[in-house]
């Protein structure tokens, strides 16, 4: 069972990623992908592990992951795990 400490802090800390992390309700303005992208996923593993040093573990998920291609007006969904609290993000379109 949590302590009152434990929730304040928790609350805290959402508080602290809203005011960070901001994600648009829509993309379409950045919708410039009209032809499949595909992607090496081992080496996107290995450009975020190199980039992203607070990440502890990434998901690539949705329908890319599946098919190693990113459809055209789609994007790439990653989430991601660092050592403070969890975030997703859903990245820009390439």
Known sequence: M???????????AMEDCKKNFVMPLSKHHIDTNTH??????????????????????????????????????SDLDIA?????LMITHTSTKR
């Open 36 to 73: 499949p992208v595909a992607f090496d996923l081992e080496r996107l593993g290995y450009a975020l592990e190199s980039e992203l040093t607070d990440v502890l573990f990434a998901y690539v998920h949705g329908s890319a992951a599946h098919t190693g291609v990113v459809a055209p007006h």
């Open 2 to 12: 949590s302590s009152r400490a434990d929730d304040k802090r928790s609350e805290a």
């Open 80 to 84: 991601l795990l660092d050592d403070h």
